[in-house]
Structures are given as C-alpha cells and as structure tokens.
C-alpha cells in the first residue's frame, strides 16, 4: 500500500532532549515536506525536500533540523525541544515538487507534547 | 498563494450533494486550485486540483468559473465519513501549499 509513515504515534519527552521523528515513503516521490498543527494557526510547513540532499525551510524552521540522505526518509529532529514545539506533526510526500503534478500524500501524523 | 475564502461551515444532509464554495478573485494564471481534507487529527487528504478546465475523478468533481475567481468542490453523496474539514488552496507554487481555516462539513443523518 503507497503510504507515508511516521514514527512515532505519540511521544511525551523532557525539555531539552533531543529527539527525532522518522518518516518514511514508498511511493519513490522525490519531494517530502513536514508540517506542525497548532489550534487556531492551522498548518504551518516547516521544513521541505525537493530530492536527495536538498531540504529548505519552510514558514517556521527555528528549533528543527532535517535531512534527506535517502528518497524514501526524512526524519524531523529537534534538538533541544522546548514546550512550545507541544504540536501535531505531519510529514507529507508528493510525485514532485513542481505544480500540478498531483497532491500531497499525508503521514497519520506525531503528537509531540513536550514538558 | 493567492488567498482564498471558505465557509466557517456548512450542514449536508446524507445522501445529498455537498457543494463547497471557495473564493479565490486574486487567482494569477499560473496557479492552481487544489483540494484537500482532514477528518478529525488524522493526516489531510488531498482531493482533487485543477488549473482551469473541470475536473472529476473518484472521490469529487471540481468546478472552476470561466474568470478562475471561484471554485465549488462537489462530493456527489455525502456520506457521515465525508465530515471532515475542507481546505481549498490556490497555488502555484508546488514546494510549499498554505493551508487555511479551511470549512468544516458536518455531514449529517
């Protein structure tokens, strides 16, 4: 089945430890993006990939890393989480990046929720 | 992206068409209407897009005006799964799409 993974579901973590949250695609899309939720500031892109070894920021890159050393993977990574990075976050992945190629392929998403 | 304008929200009867309106005057030739879902905190859907012709396909039929300033999403019988809520984008710019508030659909019984 042609999906987007997240991993994990649910994470609760500590002020300052890093983690990261993998996302993975088996659709050989070349362009893969991640997106946090918030209540009342909708969704908000973050960081995306147009192919292998090229990631850019998005609307609100401050506190999160990425990388894309592989098609199929584009792990989130936050340093040093803070309680304002508590969000619901999706990773997407679509054909290319180019417009009217087709729409984007959401994960189930990660609720992150930092104390 | 050009900005568009929804429907805090709407009711649909099930059974029924749900015809969702989206305004989007400041539409430049390039850019594309797209559509796209989410029900409840799962992950959006995407829908449908177009650029200027109307388009169908499994799940809704899109109509753009002749002057591209609005759009209607049809979802031809709504079922309580269709309850969701529905974002219409205008966009040309494939790397980054701008999601909305979008219109909450409440399909009910």
């Known amino acids: 089945e042609a999906q987007v993974t997240q991993n994990p579901r649910y994470l609760i973590t500590v002020t300052g430890k890093k983690l990261t949250v993998t996302c993975s695609q088996n659709m050989n899309h070349e362009y893969m993006s991640w997106y946090r939720q918030d209540p009342g500031l909708g969704l908000r892109q973050i960081y995306y990939?147009?192919?292998?070894?090229?990631?850019d920021k998005g609307d609100v890159p401050e506190g999160y890393k990425v990388s894309r050393k592989e098609k199929r993977n584009f792990p989130l990574i936050l340093e040093s989480p803070s309680p304002n990075q508590t969000s619901l976050y999706f990773c997407a992945s679509s054909l290319s990046f180019r417009p009217g190629d087709g729409g984007y392929t959401f994960g189930s998403g990660t609720r992150l929720t930092v104390v | 992206d050009a900005k568009t304008t929804q429907p805090t929200s709407m009711d649909c009867a099930e059974g029924r068409a749900a015809n969702l309106p989206c305004n989007h005057s400041?539409?430049?030739?390039?850019?594309?209407v797209y559509w796209y879902r989410q029900i409840h905190s799962q992950g959006p859907q995407y829908i449908i897009h177009?650029?200027?012709n109307n388009e169908t396909n499994e799940m809704a039929s899109l109509i753009i005006t002749e002057d591209r300033k609005s759009s209607t999403l049809i979802l031809p019988h709504a079922t309580l799964r269709d309850t969701a809520v529905y974002y219409c984008i205008a966009s040309n710019a494939g790397n980054m799409l701008t999601f909305g508030g979008g219109t909450r659909l409440m399909v009910k019984p």
């Open positions: 400041t539409i430049s030739g390039n850019e594309y």
């Open positions: 990939s147009m192919n292998v070894e090229v990631t």
């Open positions: 177009g650029l200027k």
